[in-house]
């Protein structure tokens, strides 16, 4: 779901997505957070996690997504009355995902809802995704995931993947307002101490501009200028926020097999058998190489 920005600002603005977010979990459903890179994930399932929860709820933080095992295991120690110093514990940790799921479900009282935070969830692969997923359909077991969006996207398109993704409720994180971005950056001025100078005001205008209301990318700026010796004379242009932005090899790519063709009717013509089987061995690999990309960005 998305959301319009109000015109007092973001701090209301991700409050409604926090609130969001637990009206999902109280009602038994998962959670994806989208959003870009830089943009708060992490810092708002963080905050979620430390918030005061009903009794009922067990939350557990987990920065990544993978490897499920080790996940899995710190919830199992969780749910041990015990912990480790439980003599189960040896024989537990040698399981299989499969059997470590199963625990999971086995031990997890039926007055408890445990609430799993997996942070990256752009990164996951089939396997976890499978385990996560038996345990997803559980009335009692929540999991409030966060990931890119770009890489997200992709994602969605993978057949072994599809499933899990689509039973969570998506959730847009928006970027800061402008009143907020600003707070932001006289935050990090204090944190870094950077002196004011007669460029500061132009200076900040810049970084607001093009941080775009992207957190990182505004702490990733002001930690820019704090390693600068003289800020007097300083070129704000060599100053920026981090940018999702791709690099295009589709020019080059082209240029290579239009290299290669081009030597291939070479050799052809001047009956140079070798090249022309050298040229073709290439064209081969480059074909591969541009169907497993087609694949992969599917």
């Known amino acids: 779901m998305k959301h319009e920005e109000p015109e007092n600002g973001g701090s209301e603005l991700r409050g409604e997505v926090k609130k969001e977010i637990l009206d999902y979990v109280r009602k038994g459903y998962s959670v994806l957070v989208k959003g870009n890179h830089g943009i708060g994930k992490s810092h708002l399932l963080t905050e979620l996690c430390m918030e ?60 408890k809802k445990l609430v799993m935070v997996l942070d990256e969830i752009h990164t996951l692969i089939a396997t976890a995704a499978a385990h996560y997923y038996v345990l997803m359909k559980e009335d009692n ?28 409720k998506q959730v847009d994180l928006p970027p800061l307002s402008t009143g907020e971005s600003e707070e932001l950056i006289e935050k990090f001025y204090d944190t870094y101490e950077i002196p004011k100078t007669d460029e500061t005001g132009k200076v900040k205008r810049w970084i607001l501009q093009n941080a775009k209301g992207n957190p990182l990318g505004i702490e990733r700026a002001v930690e820019d200028l704090s390693r600068e010796d003289n800020l007097k004379d300083l070129d704000i242009t060599k100053h920026g926020a981090v940018q999702d932005v791709g690099v295009n090899l589709f020019p080059i790519f082209v240029i290579l097999m239009v290299v290669v063709v081009a030597w291939r009717f070479l050799a052809r013509g001047a009956g140079d058998i070798d090249l022309y089987a050298f040229t073709g061995f290439f064209g081969i690999i480059f074909y591969i190489l541009a169907r497993y990309l087609m694949y992969k960005n599917r």
């Not at 077991?141 to 039973?167: C, H, M, Q």
């Open 52 to 111: 005061t929860h009903p009794q009922d709820e067990i939350w557990m933080y987990f920065p990544y997504c993978k490897p499920p095992k080790q996940i899995m295991l710190k919830i199992v120690e969780r749910l041990l009355p015990e912990g480790r110093d439980s003599e189960e514990w040896k024989m537990i940790r040698r399981g299989t995902l499969l059997e470590l799921t199963e625990e999971i479900r086995d031990r997890l009282p039926g007055d």
């Open 141 to 168: 077991i929540i999991l409030v995931t966060a990931g890119t969006s770009k890489y997200l996207d992709a994602k969605f398109e993978k057949p072994e993947l599809k499933r899990f993704y689509w039973d969570l």
